[in-house]
């Protein structure tokens, strides 16, 4: 996950929030979380703490992009976890009737990217041919204020998407009407 992702929830996040990267993989979003300032406790399955079965101690929310192939169960597992999240997945996740279950329940606040993501692909790398969908952050606890918000990502103009946020300059605009 390239580091100008995490832009839209810059301001969301308080900077003395002890943030949980739950399948941090290579660690870019560790790095730009912290290169921005948070405190970050980094875990993933290929180091030992599975998500399911593993939870830190003390932290303040959820901060990740989410494994596409059990997104659903992922996100039940946050809700039950009873504590703040911005989950990246995939936006249609948005019209699956077992995550529709889950924001009728618990209630959800999604940040939509106008733009995809250019992710690291395996065997690809940066390439810019890995955005084959859209995604958006399904949060919760974080106060948006609305249920949908629209955002710009402010992409770096290195070409390799790995380069901090220092300036969390996002544009938006909220639907009410949801």
Not at 85 to 98: I, N, Q, R
């Amino acid at each position: 996950t390239p580091s100008y992702a995490v832009t839209p929830l810059l301001p969301y996040l308080p900077k003395d929030w002890v943030l949980w990267e739950s399948a941090s993989g290579e660690g870019l979003l560790v790095d730009a979380l912290e290169t921005n300032g948070y405190q970050v406790i980094s875990g993933d399955i290929l180091t030992g703490q599975n998500y399911f079965a593993y939870e830190p101690e003390n932290y303040d929310c959820q901060v990740t992009n989410v494994p596409f192939s059990i997104k659903y169960d992922w996100l039940k597992r946050a809700y039950q976890l009873g504590k703040p999240f911005a989950l990246l997945a995939p936006s249609d996740m948005l019209f699956a009737k077992t995550a529709i279950t889950l924001f009728e329940q618990y209630g959800i606040e999604i940040l939509i990217p106008r733009t995809r993501i250019n992710f690291k692909m395996p065997n690809l790398g940066w390439s810019g041919r890995g955005a084959q969908m859209s995604t958006s952050w399904f949060t919760y606890g974080l106060n948006i204020g609305r249920m949908i918000t629209f955002v710009d990502l402010v992409k770096p103009k290195r070409s390799n998407g790995n380069s901090s946020v220092s300036e969390p300059q996002i544009i938006t605009q909220q639907l009410s009407m949801f």
